[in-house]
């Protein structure tokens, strides 16, 4: 795991110069090692964290054994050692100089161009300039787990593992400018969805993609899309389909603990992070680390119910008891670490965990995706529910009945108030976080900041028809697990220089979920009920009986009383008027509504409002 950058420039735009600064600044994700190659129009920069070959001789940029390619890596490739001979027997004269995947990535690409993308199992962003072609190509992982930000100005290209690199290029500053349309859907959803950033001149790099820059600008191809996975006979044998799924998680998670660093997992006890960390001690020949926090005075401390697991399993345990204090403490950081408006609040206890687990270890393993994979989310009962006649009926005269009642019940109002079919996808992900509504969103914003969407939420052309609630995760998979949760994690565990592995995200487990039948997703009101099945291989189905939780903070008790003053600091009528986004006299009935008539469920408004003001103040 590392930060890569980098820039493609004919007309000389870039320079040595901005090179090092904006890898510089990315110096948190990798503090172990820089460089820097720089010839002609093309510049490449990398900081080094190093897990797999510690050693000098793996460093980059690398250079390919006959120097005609140059090539930076963020990521880890889990079976690039089973590459290996695939490359041997092509070129059997092939000598290795080191025992990492780098390498093997440099070689692979040499021999087999950018096909040699559907070799490699893990998660990468990858630049390789051709110097005797003049071209460079930058690869993308499947799942999108490793970012990639670019600048693209004609001839122009610039790329990086964060925004606040490709912003220390003078060049691309004088060209920022605030996307409006990422504004809609920032206030919509919680975060900015790709291939939007918050700069209208700053894009993300699409998932399972490559592109190739030269002098006649960057083409883009995907070579991985979940729509493309969908097959038309589904998996329906539940003693097949849970041998099927057992088996590629203790794959996964084998894989994904190569490593010559010490490692761990993150435990919180619920139902993903155990699966995983059962799975990677059934394989390990020690007691793996593993890692979770609780809340000393809150009722969100879930930590005794992973300290039952780590029991059972048998790990080394770390626990670690934070304030609220300590969680409040960097919830003033969150601008400078997501680098645009980002208002999912889990990053404060995703950051604290990182933290705390950096003092053991240098990479661990997480339980992202098991939700949207195999069905674990309550919006997908709501997808459910809206897809059927009567509520398409009664739906409107329901709503009405229930704005009347208590904050539980407006909040499901209005989630039965969505403004048509084809919008429902994001709208039911959006109540369901209380985010504002497209017509609240209408009514907020100053009329020269109102832009349509441009969500990908109408799957046609399928090779079968999705029920509600397998297109209500598509949608998530598409959105809100890659722009949202995968960046989570990689910007909190990176800004303590921490690896995080994702082995519920191997493509062939993506794969499979995708043709699962839903009835083994949730069964019998069980959500996720073969992934339970699998755990319960491993640990007894006793220690999970209680309710779904998750991993938050109280942040509606918090924008009431301790959080209250950002409410003042940044949705004061000054700094609104200053910025001139969002309506001044909406935001004072928002706040009159959750502050004085107890209107709680409208607390995540108030926060998206809080998050954006945040950034606008501090972006300069």
């Known amino acids: 795991m590392c930060g890569i950058t980098g820039f493609y ?20 994700r990798g503090p172990d090692a820089a460089g820097y190659f720089m010839e002609g129009p093309v510049g490449l920069g990398h900081r080094r964290l190093s897990i797999i070959d510690l050693s000098a001789s793996a460093n980059q940029p690398m250079l390919s054994h006959d120097e005609r390619y140059a090539m930076v890596f963020n990521g880890e490739i889990y079976n690039y050692m089973e590459i290996v001979p695939d490359l041997r027997a092509s070129r059997p004269s092939l000598q290795l100089k080191t025992t990492s995947d780098t390498e093997v990535i440099l070689e692979a690409f040499i021999e087999w161009g950018p096909q040699f993308v559907h070799k490699m199992n893990g998660m990468f962003a990858i630049a390789i300039y051709d110097r005797k072609e003049k071209n460079l190509h930058v690869f993308r992982d499947r799942m999108g787990i490793k970012p ?39 206030l919509h959803l919680g975060y900015i969805p790709g291939p939007d950033s918050i700069y209208s001149s700053i894009s993300k790099f699409p998932s399972g993609s490559y592109g190739v820059m030269s002098g ?19 998996i329906t044998d539940e003693v097949q389909a849970k041998e099927m799924l057992h088996n590629l998680i203790v794959s996964s998670a084998k894989y994904r603990l190569i490593s010559d660093v010490p490692y ?19 394989v390990s020949s020690a007691p793996l680390n593993t890692f979770s926090i609780g809340f000393g005075e809150s009722k969100y401390d879930e930590s005794g119910y992973a300290r039952k697991v780590a029991e059972h399993l048998g790990t080394k345990h770390h626990e670690f008891t934070v304030s609220e204090k300590d969680a409040m403490e960097l919830i003033p950081e969150l601008y400078s670490v997501y ?16 933290k705390l687990a950096r003092q053991h270890v240098t990479m661990t393993l997480s339980g992202d995706g098991g939700d949207e994979l195999f069905s674990g989310y309550g919006a997908y009962r709501w997808a459910e529910r ?69 969500l990908h939420e109408n799957f046609s052309g399928l090779n079968r028809t999705l029920s509600a609630p397998e297109a209500q995760a598509l949608f998530d998979i598409h959105h809100y697990l890659k722009d949202d949760l995968l960046v989570k994690v990689d910007r909190a565990t990176m800004k303590y220089s921490l690896e995080t592995r994702v082995p519920l995200l191997d493509y062939r487990i993506v794969e499979f979920a995708l043709n699962l039948s839903h009835d083994l997703k949730y069964l019998n009101g069980t959500m996720k009920y073969l992934l339970k099945q699998v755990l319960y291989d491993f640990l007894p189905a006793a220690l999970f009986a209680r309710p779904k939780w998750g991993f938050s903070i109280p942040l509606s008790r918090w924008l009431g009383g301790e959080l209250k003053y950002l409410q003042d600091e940044f949705l004061s009528d000054d700094i609104i008027k200053k910025h001139g986004v969002i309506n001044v006299s909406a935001v004072h009935e928002l706040k009159r509504l959750y502050n004085e008539k107890g209107h709680e469920h409208l607390y995540n408004r108030l926060w998206l409002l809080i998050v954006l003001h945040q950034f606008l103040e501090n972006k300069d």
């Open 9 to 28: 420039s004919p007309s000389g735009k870039f320079n040595e110069d901005g090179l090092h600064r904006m890898t510089d600044v990315i110096a948190h």
């Open 216 to 234: 006649e600008g960057l083409k883009i191809e995907n070579f991985w899309n979940p729509d493309d996975k969908i097959k038309k006979e589904i």
């Open 339 to 354: 680098d645009e408006p980002y208002a999912d609040s889990s990053a404060v206890p995703t950051m604290l965990v990182s």
């Open 386 to 454: 809206l897809s059927s006649p009567l509520y398409k009926t009664f739906r409107k005269p329901l709503a009405a009945v229930m704005s009347l009642r208590d904050d539980r019940y407006r909040r499901a109002a209005k989630v039965l108030q969505y403004p048509s079919f084809e919008t429902l996808k994001s709208h039911v992900f959006s109540q369901e976080q209380n985010m504002f509504t497209r017509s609240e969103i209408q009514n907020i914003l100053e009329p020269g900041f109102v832009c349509p969407f441009t």
């Open 148 to 186: 990639i930000y670019y600048f693209l100005d004609g001839n122009n290209f610039a790329f990086a593992s964060e925004l606040k690199a490709l912003v220390q290029l003078p060049y691309v500053k004088q060209s920022l400018n605030i996307n409006k349309r990422a504004i809609n859907e920032f």
């Open 264 to 282: 761990g997992t993150f435990l919180s006890g619920g139902i993903d992070s155990s699966v995983v960390t059962a799975a990677a001690q059934s």
